[in-house]
């Protein structure tokens, strides 16, 4: 709303004020002083509309510009950075702008979230790392607990924050295995599902799977069963030991008798 007035009552035959005009929102300009130089203003002083960028940077030597090169002007009428100012270059920050250039700034302390090496303002080099922890007790770290400085002064990942720990999804497939009880689409933190092998198959491992802070863990698998081939137990003259013993699936850690049929002698051992 442009207009300074955005009512119109009706009075005797006519109507009060003015009709009231309405126009996009426009981010204000910025501050024409402190040695910084804009670039992508409108020409004849148009008003800055959403989606317009403007870019910053500082005149002569011995400055350095402190905030965002880049600024956005929202759909808001609002910018996304506050505007940046031109600073004084001390000469531990030349020697640094020189030598570091590769390097990665440790950033200050964010809430909640502790660095357990190195401290804020720190530079790291290529392949140095980053670690780090959450200060309350009970928070859980959301992302990765290190990050490495990369080439061009980059991090590998983004830094992580701490919070409430994270629920999972539904739970992983185990190869010759089935939940028991229904699935759900989502756990929370500390929730179990338990496991089970198909007939014949043995576990290995313990048979749950825990929701740790978004992460499913513990460690299991199925083992297959041993099958005794009926038709090479024919072929090679072979036969159960007990005529009652009558299986084809033997379970692992099991085993099974067998002898020759009537009429045949041990020579020689078969792949079953």
């Known amino acids: 709303m442009v ?30 002083d402190g040695g910084v130089t804009v670039i992508g203003l409108p020409d004849n002083d148009n008003p800055i509309l959403p989606d317009h960028l403007l870019k910053f940077s500082c005149e002569g030597p011995g400055k350095y510009l402190n905030g965002s090169s880049v600024l956005k002007c929202g759909q808001d009428g609002q910018w996304d950075h506050p505007f940046p100012t031109c600073e004084n270059i001390t000469r531990h920050e030349e020697e640094c702008r020189q030598n570091c250039a590769e390097n990665c700034k440790v950033p200050g302390p964010s809430e909640g979230l502790q660095l357990t090496t190195h401290e804020p303002g720190d530079q790291l080099r290529t392949g140095e790392k980053l670690t780090f922890t959450c200060r309350r007790r009970g928070d859980y770290l959301r992302g990765k607990a290190e990050v490495e400085c990369l080439a061009g002064g980059q991090w590998s990942d983004p830094f992580p924050t701490c919070g409430a720990p994270s629920g999972c999804r539904t739970p992983p497939h185990i190869a010759d ?29 313990e048979a749950y799977k825990t929701c740790h802070n978004g992460e499913w863990t513990g460690q299991m698998r199925c083992l297959k069963p041993c099958i005794v081939d009926r038709e090479l137990m024919n072929r090679y003259n072979i036969a159960f030991r007990y005529g009652h013993f009558d299986k084809l699936y033997s379970v692992h850690n099991d085993f099974i008798m067998f002898t020759c049929t009537e009429g045949h002698r041990h020579t020689s051992t078969v792949s079953m």
């Open 177 to 205: 295995a089935d939940t028991r009880g229904t699935v759900k689409s989502q756990y929370r933190h500390g929730e179990r599902v338990e496991y089970s092998c198909q007939n014949y198959f043995t576990m290995e491992g």
């Open 3 to 32: 207009s300074k007035v955005d009512t119109r009552t009706c009075g005797l035959d006519k109507w009060t004020n003015h009709v009231p005009i309405c126009d996009r929102l426009s981010c204000d300009p910025p501050p024409a």
